[in-house]
């Protein structure tokens, strides 16, 4: 584990600086409701088509599937094992299997956390998660049994790097919307390694199987180093 500066962490799949997270600035609202909050204007803009959208490619063949078979260029992943992972089909589209654990609805709901569009269930199931959160955080201090809880990977570009959060995105996005300015975090080994160097692009997984182009690969790795 390492303690890490708020300033160099990074949303999953946006490549969003995380002070800039719907998630945090909601938190940051004085007692919002899901309808007036960050959250909701989020999920109401941000809504990709295919992974291109969500990705900004055009050239890479991952480009037209579906945006929750995303994957990183580094992953040891395909994106139909991603989105075997994450989501199953319905007739109103994609929905995320964690949001169906949370008591989503087949017959009704569709989206998950990461973007929009989301069914209104799923976005106050979200946005009452994150709250509950926060307050339990707020009100009782930050006491993990693990540091491993919040994990991620970090990216390496030359001298400089950047840490990407990929589990335990609540309790980070309380501690950011707190004020703090470190935070402890991990790297585990996910998705694929915990250290990916941007000299190594000719190595990555997604790289090598022909999902991504080279060069749209480095474009998506810089645009997240750039947050």
């Known amino acids: 584990m390492v303690s890490v500066p708020v300033d160099r962490c990074r949303m999953n799949l946006t490549a969003l600086h995380i002070s800039r997270s719907p998630f945090v600035q909601t938190l940051q609202q004085s007692d919002p409701q899901y309808a007036d909050s960050a959250l909701f204007q989020y999920y109401e803009s941000v809504t990709p088509s295919c992974v291109g959208d969500l990705l900004q490619l055009s050239d890479s063949r991952i480009a037209s599937l579906p945006p929750m078979a995303a994957v990183m260029p580094w992953w040891c992943m395909s994106p139909e094992r991603r989105l075997q ?24 709901d569709f989206g998950w956390q990461y973007f929009g569009p989301v069914s ?20 009782n201090g930050y006491n993990p049994t693990s540091y491993l809880h919040v994990h991620g990977e970090f990216l390496v570009r030359g001298d400089d790097w950047v840490w990407v959060n990929l589990g335990g995105k609540h309790r980070l ?3 950011v919307a707190m004020g703090a300015q470190e935070v402890i975090v991990s790297a585990k080994r996910k998705y694929g390694p915990e250290f990916v160097r941007r000299e190594e692009v000719d190595l990555w997984p997604n790289v090598q199987s022909g999902w991504f182009t080279r060069e749209e690969a480095l474009r998506l790795f810089d645009r997240i180093m750039e947050g």
């Open 120 to 139: 209104s269930a799923v976005g106050q199931m979200e946005f009452d998660r994150q709250r509950a959160v926060f307050q339990s955080i707020r009100r």
């Open 85 to 108: 992972q994450v989501a199953i089909e319905t007739d109103g589209g994609f929905i995320g299997k964690e949001a169906l654990k949370l008591g989503a609805s087949v017959a009704d």
């Open 173 to 175: 996005n309380a501690l």
